[in-house]
């Protein structure tokens, strides 16, 4: 069973930076479109940034430009820096193995981050 551990989740004033990190525990991580997801209260989990394992990297629109993923496969960890955080980032944020536009492993405990304005 792969293991998803996410860390760097915080609480940050608007406008200030998060970096997390995820570290997944497969020797296979290299070969894997990794991405991550995040959850709002009362709100469904939803895609935000995925990497492919050649580095190309996609983003949804509300957060193109302000975030950026990466990854290290020397490590198996895929980071997720986030700058000029808004209140509506608030959220758990998760990451997985992408497949078929949803995370394919059981889900990690994720980490919280939390803007306040």
């Known amino acids: 069973q792969v293991q998803l551990v996410e860390s760097g989740g915080g609480l940050v004033q608007a406008g200030e930076s998060l970096r997390l990190s995820c570290a997944a525990s497969?020797?296979?991580?290299?070969?894997?479109?990794m991405a991550w997801y995040r959850q709002a209260p009362g709100k469904q989990r939803e895609f935000i940034a995925s990497?492919?394992?050649?580095?190309?990297?996609t983003y949804v629109d509300s957060v193109k430009g302000r975030f950026t993923i990466s990854r290290d496969n020397a490590k198996k960890k895929v980071d997720l820096q986030m700058n000029s955080l808004k209140p509506e980032d608030t959220a758990r944020y998760y990451c997985?193995?992408?497949?078929?536009?949803?995370?394919?492993?059981?889900w990690g405990q994720g980490t919280q981050v939390t803007v306040s304005s």
């Open positions: 997985n193995r992408h497949v078929a536009g949803r995370g394919l492993y059981t």
């Open positions: 497969t020797s296979s991580f290299s070969n894997y479109n």
């Open positions: 990497i492919g394992s050649a580095g190309t990297t």
